[in-house]
Nanobody, 126 residues
Framework: QVQVVESGGGAVQVGGSLRLSCTASGLTFSSYTMGWFRQAPGKEREFVASISTSGSTLDYADSVKGRFTISRDNANSAVYLQMNSLKPEDTAIYYC???????????????????WGQGTQVTVSS
């Protein structure tokens, strides 16, 4: 039974920071590229960041590059998203997913991910 669980969301002011966490069980965590996607009301799910199995390859959407940092801890089957300098446009539900397709551009496509968490809400206001 595969289970993926996100946590760490909340409400922050513009310019603030949040750290999202994602844990996965029921799979060989170190065999999966991990990704973060987000979905705002009325918009399609969009790619945020991904990290390869060993953590050697990081990929970011242009909209978050320089502000967000993705990392992973294979010993604890966890992936993180450190979000700094938050903007209202970052408001969305953030989802964590797993994929065996780590090559570009597949790691940016949500349909290539196998398992997903329930999502965690991030709200950025002025």
């Amino acid at each position: 039974q595969v289970q993926v669980v996100e946590s760490g969301g909340g409400a922050v002011q513009v310019g603030g920071s949040l750290r999202l966490s994602c844990t996965a069980s029921g799979l060989t965590f170190s065999s999966y590229t991990m990704g973060w996607f987000r979905q705002a009301p009325g918009k399609e799910r969009e790619f945020v960041a991904s990290i390869s199995t060993s953590g050697s390859t990081l990929d970011y959407a242009d909209s978050v590059k320089g502000r967000f940092t993705i990392s992973r801890d294979n010993a604890n089957s966890a992936v993180y998203l450190q979000m700094n300098s938050l903007k209202p446009e970052d408001t969305a539900i953030y989802y964590c997913g797993t994929t065996r397709g780590g090559l570009y551009p597949y790691r940016r496509l949500w349909r290539k991910y196998d398992y997903w968490g329930q999502g965690t809400q991030v709200t950025v206001s002025s």
